[in-house]
């Protein structure tokens, strides 16, 4: 702290040094996701704090292409903001949101969280965290070919071979799958 007159007027500067945020925000959301399956994003978030926080909210900002379904609990305006109210210190809480993503394979799509208050019409967020997810090839490759033609017409009668191919293309064993064709 130190001060100066200047034109005389008394000028005083004072230096505060902010020492960790007061919230903590965590995403559980998967690495990876396939187009078009439902995601759960889940947000944990902790007062860290030796005080409370009156009206506080959280503000959820989705990927392009997230098609919002639910959430737990409800949102309070519109599908994104959470009036959470006071947090106490160490208070905490978990918020899931349900929907679905849609992308092309290897598209990276991200979420972000912010807490903090609305004051005067505008958001001042004590704290942020953004996660990104990939879109990944579908768990399941198929490939139905016809054999043995050697030419593009087939005629009435004709005999025809099909080959099915199939691959997991996931990083998780499949059991009990049924494959089927129609031709």
Do not use: C, M
Request: aromatic share 12%; glycine share 6%; hydrophobic share 40%.
């Amino acid at each position: 702290r130190w001060g100066a007159v200047i034109g005389g007027i008394f000028y005083s500067v004072a230096t505060t040094r902010i020492q960790e945020n007061a919230f903590i925000l965590n995403f559980n959301v998967p690495q990876r996701a396939i187009s078009g399956e439902r995601i759960v994003y889940f947000l944990d978030y902790v007062n860290t704090a030796l005080l409370a926080y009156q009206h506080v909210r959280i503000r959820l900002s989705y990927p392009q292409d997230f098609t919002f379904a639910n959430a737990d609990p409800q949102p309070t305006e519109s599908q994104n903001v959470w009036d959470i109210g006071e947090v106490p210190p160490d208070g905490r809480g978990r918020i899931a949101v349900y929907g679905t993503l849609i992308g092309n394979e290897n598209d990276t799509k991200k979420v972000k969280a912010e807490i903090g208050v609305w004051e005067n019409s505008i958001f001042f967020p004590y704290a942020q965290s953004a996660f990104e997810t990939i879109i990944a090839p579908p768990p399941r490759a198929v490939e139905v070919t016809l054999q043995s033609l050697s030419r593009d017409v087939v005629r009435l009668g004709e005999s025809l071979a099909l080959e099915l191919s199939y691959k997991n293309t996931s990083e998780v064993v499949v059991k009990g799958v049924i494959l089927s064709v129609e031709f």
